[in-house]
């Protein structure tokens, strides 16, 4: 075993060094990324692990946000015959995992100290029984504001620190005719916002009994019904036109001056820069008011099982790659969002980006950082899907807190 | 020996249809009832994120029916289906009527009512839902005219986003039951109509007497053809509203989409595919053999 163990580690730094290996190490990776910012991210990668001698088989499957991929991936794995990659994330890995499908890690891991660069949060994620499993790519904060400082100063004010601050900025901006919050009405931007909510007026703890535990107590408890009653107050900060709006939309919104906030994760930054604006003067952005808590959402590759010494050659050094200082700087330089590990060098990156950084490092030492449910990272499709479900019902509708609490209580045990 | 080849030339010219037939038809008993009883097979069994052959009865309809976007959907489906076909009809019946007083450029109107159908629901649902949106179609248009209390919101409120859909697809789809109609009420024999003017019916009386109820069968060719869109309406539904407001506008495919593709809850997708299947067989079943009875008694 440890011969092997050698033999393997041999395979690897031979394959490190360009045009040394036998065996050409070859990947096939499966992606839905494949459009602006983050096609150019993945070509990055591409060139990086052809640069050391790889053999990099593109395998693409555009559109539904992952859907129409995890379908090709059921049918690949059911078949027999897995790709080497795939961009999945959260529990969902850790499913592929228990199922037996995915390869293991360690070495690679263990080779590149994984262990000391990654937050424990990420590691929860990608980590099965023990074993990497999975290669985290970026780091996106879900708990952001963006705000306009233009608008908020008509009315006075700056970006709220506490939900009542929130509130009584937002009156104020109501009253002088302004929509105060820029919202896009679809279940996963619904979501997006209650959990931040959820976060701020219930903190960490209670964000981890009730959101990644789904503590009973917690999901039914005052608290709760406090979070149901903010989201309440947010349906009168919003326009009439809601329903349906795309992200995007909204973030245009408060660009254009028409809205002062939108709270959405830090993909909006790539809107601003799109068009050209500056953080920090044309836009602001700040987290959610929470005491130090920090909602992450991260991409991972899982690795799945392959046959074949080229094939596992070449996931390893893909693995390696994926968490190379180098490609974890240039893909989320791109893409907008943070590097994983937290020993990036931050200078090339914007303020907002710095300020993430610096956040996730103090909430991985504080242990605040927490998982999204809206973007399947605390919980996988089911338990996530009754979330999304309850909550934009109760958004949409004249539901009361009580009654949104108790049918969360049941939509997340029939989703169980 | 030219017997032989002859014979053999006739077992072929006979064998011939069934030969060709083969190949189609075994895939269609394959991939479409094949499938059919396989999905009727895992919804029985306790898959999730991937196919899995442990049966456990009845738990995945137990679940289905517990949830609330389920019933939110089927109970759309119904109300969808019914005021779609039967506006759809209505509006049809009435435009076939109307063009078949042997009017002027007959066919360049046809053709207009006709075109809706030749646009994917994807584009009705794109387009109907910048009209639709309050902002920037219809509302802010009438509301510009002058009149200023015009309000029309369908799209945004949940209790009409349902409706919202019937109206995008009764545009599409009118036209196309017109065109049915229409060449129906052009193959009505004249002779009795010209006997019933005869008679001094008006002209009223002689569609509503006479030729609508000779045309039977092709409302139930509408009606079979309007169903089965209304049933399978999955696009227009992504298009036009995504589900929304909440999920108040969902229909039973979108549901099971959701739940096979996106929430890894393999079995309960599928056991909404069944009842799905359970509801066309309910309502086509008694329909098409009491109206094909009917037309051998005839």
Not at chain 1, 145 to 157: D, H, Q, S, T, Y
Not at chain 2, 39 to 59: E, H
Not at chain 2, 236 to 255: M, R
Request: proline share 4%.
């Amino acid at each position: 075993m440890k011969s092997l163990k050698l033999a393997l580690m041999g395979a690897i730094a031979l394959a490190a060094m360009p045009l040394a290996a036998q065996a050409e190490p070859v990947a096939e990776v499966l992606h839905y990324w494949t459009s602006g910012g983050e096609a150019k991210a993945i070509k990055e990668l591409q060139q990086a692990f052809e640069k050391r001698g790889g053999k990099w088989i593109d395998a693409p499957v555009a559109g539904g946000g992952g859907d129409a991929q995890a379908a090709v991936l059921r049918s690949r794995v059911l078949a027999g015959d897995p790709p080497a990659a795939v961009q999945i994330k959260g529990p969902n890995i850790a499913e592929w995992a228990a199922a037996g499908a995915l390869g293991d890690l360690t070495e690679v891991a263990t080779a590149q100290k994984w262990d000391d660069i990654l937050p424990q949060a990420i590691k929860d994620v990608v980590k099965y029984d023990g074993h990497y499993v999975a290669v985290p790519v970026n780091v996106h904060r879900v708990d952001w504001i963006w705000a306009n400082p233009e608008v908020l100063a008509k009315v006075g004010a700056e970006v709220p620190k506490t939900w009542d601050e929130f509130n009584a900025t937002a009156d104020k901006l109501k009253a002088a005719g302004i929509v105060p919050l820029a919202y896009g009405g679809q279940p996963w931007q619904d979501a997006t916002v209650f959990e931040t909510v959820v976060l701020g007026i219930g903190g960490v703890d209670f964000y981890k009994k009730a959101m990644v535990d789904l503590d009973e107590e917690a999901l039914g408890s005052p608290t709760m019904v406090k979070v149901f009653d903010q989201m309440r107050k947010m349906r009168d900060y919003v326009d009439p036109d809601y329903p349906g709006r795309d992200w995007n939309l909204a973030t245009a919104m408060v660009m254009r001056g028409e809205a002062a906030m939108q709270i959405m994760g830090d993909w909006a930054k790539g809107e601003f820069a799109a068009a050209g604006k500056k953080p920090g003067v044309d836009y602001i952005c700040a987290p959610t008011p929470s005491e130090g808590g920090y909602i992450l959402n991260s991409d991972s590759f899982a690795m799945f099982n392959v046959k074949g010494e080229d094939k596992k050659e070449g996931q390893a050094l893909l693995a390696e790659l994926i968490l190379g200082k180098e490609f974890q700087e240039t893909f989320n330089l791109y893409k907008g969002s943070i590097p994983a590990r937290m020993d990036v060098p931050m200078d090339k990156f914007d303020a907002c980006a710095i300020k993430s950084m610096e956040d996730m490092t103090a909430a991985a030492k504080n242990n605040t950082l927490v998982g999204s449910v809206a973007h399947e990272i605390a919980q996988a499709g089911a338990v996530r899907g009754a979330f999304l479900d309850v909550v934009t019902a109760h958004f949409n509708s004249d539901m009361s807190s009580e009654e949104a609490t108790k049918k969360l209580i049941e939509a997340i045990n029939l989703a169980k | 020996m030219a017997s032989v080849a002859a014979r053999m030339a006739d077992r072929l010219e006979r064998w011939m249809p069934k030969i060709v037939i083969a190949p189609g038809f075994l895939a269609i008993l394959l991939f479409v009832y094949g499938f059919i009883i396989w999905t009727a097979y895992i919804s029985f069994s306790k898959s999730r994120m991937l196919p899995n052959y442990d049966l456990i009865g009845l738990r995945q309809y137990e679940r289905l029916f517990q949830m609330d976007r389920w019933n939110v959907a089927f109970t759309n489906l119904l109300i969808f289906g019914a005021t779609f076909i039967l506006v759809s009809i209505i509006i049809g019946v009435l435009l076939a009527i109307l063009l078949d007083q042997r009017i002027r450029i007959e066919g360049a109107i046809r053709t207009i009512y006709l075109y809706p159908m030749a646009i994917s629901f994807v584009i009705t649902g794109t387009a109907w839902k910048w009209i639709m949106n309050p902002s920037l179609g219809l509302e802010t248009v009438v509301r510009s005219w002058g009149w200023e209390s015009f309000s029309f919101g369908w799209i945004v409120d949940q209790n009409m986003a349902v409706y919202a859909l019937v109206m995008a697809a009764v545009w599409q789809s009118s036209g196309f039951v017109m065109a049915l109609f229409l060449s129906a009420l052009r193959s009505v024999d004249q002779d009795i109509i010209k006997a019933a003017s005869l008679d001094g019916a008006s002209t009223a009386k002689i569609y509503l007497r006479i030729i609508l109820p000779s045309m039977r069968p092709v409302f139930m060719s509408a009606v079979v053809i309007l169903s089965h869109l209304a049933i399978k309406s999955f696009d227009l539904v992504v298009a036009l509203t995504n589900g929304g407001p909440g999920y108040s506008s969902t229909l039973p495919a979108n549901f099971m989409y959701e739940m096979t593709f996106r929430r890894n809850e393999i079995g309960v997708g599928a056991a909404s595919a069944i009842i799905m299947l359970a509801t066309v067989v309910a309502i086509m079943v008694p329909y098409l053999y009491s109206e094909l009875r009917g037309s051998k008694n005839v």
